[in-house]
């Protein structure tokens, strides 16, 4: 069984930083990519950045407007791992984020539970 477990939500100021983690229970090589989604209250689910875990080396990233220049996003090979750097934080990043890994040898995608970001003074 597949898990995804996301941690490094909370509570942060307009402006402020967080770093979100994505580790997965297997090796990240067994997925095409991973990425992170975000789902606000009342609102769909909607990709906010992506990357390539094909490959050992090489890796291409993908990011929804609304994040370009804010948020990175990167892999540790060693630990499985996928994280979200945000930066310059707005009210209107506060969702619940979730983890996802689509298969590398079938069709399946696979989600976390999500962690919440609150953007608020």
């Known amino acids: 069984q597949v898990q995804l477990v996301e941690s490094g939500g909370g509570l942060v100021q307009p402006g402020g930083s967080l770093r979100l983690s994505c580790a997965a229970s297997?090796?990240?090589?067994?997925?095409?990519?991973m990425g992170w989604y975000r789902q606000a209250p009342g609102k769909e689910r909607e990709l906010v950045a992506s990357i390539t875990t094909n490959l050992v080396t090489n890796f291409s990233t993908n990011f929804a407007d609304s994040v370009k220049g804010r948020f990175t996003i990167s892999r540790d090979n060693a630990k499985n791992t996928v994280y979200l750097q945000m930066n310059s934080l707005k009210p209107e990043d506060t969702a619940v984020y979730y983890c996802?890994?689509?298969?590398?040898?079938?069709?399946?995608?696979?989600w976390g539970k999500g962690t919440l970001v609150t953007v608020s003074s």
């Open positions: 297997i090796s990240i090589f067994n997925f095409n990519s």
């Open positions: 996802n890994a689509k298969s590398r040898y079938s069709d399946i995608n696979y």
